[in-house]
């Protein structure tokens, strides 16, 4: 089975600070990916990747970077907290495969609050 | 822009029911629809992908179904438990391998 994980389950921050989230799979897969989870509002990309060193933008990118230097791991990083922030942050994998067959497997979450 | 949506938005049922959940998506030129079980607090479990080119897929007591043409899917459960008590997700890929749209889902209780 593939195995996603997040490094921290419940996390909290001061405003202004900077956060480093934390996310590694062990299939090998190409893709991974950032979605911050908000009630009412489902599951939104901020960013993915599609290989080491590569990244691209998704929905609402602003106020957030990634890095990606090897490639089981890929990291979210806020440069600035701030209280909109506050949200849980879901990881996922997926192998690049054929395209219509490749499922995304997620990770436990990531529960931020930012003071 | 793709857009799916989920109805309900709750659901409770009794024990050993069987019950359908139904995602509705705007547009049909997809390459597969995913659906996921989160617990409260918890990441997304994969449950059964559907490919384009696939009417359905069962696993266990799930079975889920998939027309393109009229934009919906569903998944059916069938002799429901308590253990089933979860919000189910449909996650449309459409519009480029990357791009995934999720619904916000159905919460789902099974009452013993």
């Known amino acids: 089975d593939v195995k996603v994980t997040q490094s921290s389950r419940y996390l909290v921050k001061r405003t202004g600070e900077k956060v480093f989230l934390e996310c590694v799979q062990d299939m090998d897969h190409e893709n991974m990916f950032w979605y911050r989870q908000d009630p009412g509002l489902g599951l939104r990309l901020i960013y993915f990747?599609?290989?080491?060193?590569?990244?691209e933008k998704g929905d609402i990118p602003e106020g957030y970077s990634v890095s990606r230097e090897k490639k089981e791991r890929f990291s979210l990083i806020l440069e600035s907290a701030s209280t909109n922030q506050t949200s849980m942050y879901l990881c996922?994998?997926?192998?690049?495969?054929?395209?219509?067959?490749?499922?995304?497997?997620f990770g436990d979450g990531t529960r931020l609050s930012i003071l | 822009k793709q857009e799916v949506t989920q109805i309900p938005a709750a659901l409770s049922v009794p024990e050993g029911e069987n019950l359908v959940l139904n995602c509705s998506f705007t547009?049909?030129?997809?390459?597969?629809l995913q659906w996921f079980r989160q617990d409260p607090g918890k990441g997304l479990t994969s449950l059964l992908l559907i490919q384009s080119s696939q009417r359905e897929q069962t696993s266990g007591r799930l079975n889920a179904s998939l027309d393109k043409s009229s934009g919906r899917s569903t998944l059916y459960i069938a002799a429901s438990q308590p253990g089933d008590s979860a919000t189910y997700l449909c996650?449309?890929?459409?519009?480029?391998?990357?791009?995934?749209?999720f619904g916000i889902g159905t919460k789902l209780q099974v009452i013993p």
């Open positions: 996922a994998s997926r192998s690049t495969g054929q395209v219509t067959n490749q499922p995304q497997h």
């Open positions: 990747s599609y290989d080491v060193k590569m990244k």
């Open positions: 547009d049909s030129a997809i390459y597969n």
């Open positions: 996650a449309v890929n459409s519009g480029g391998y990357q791009k995934v749209t």
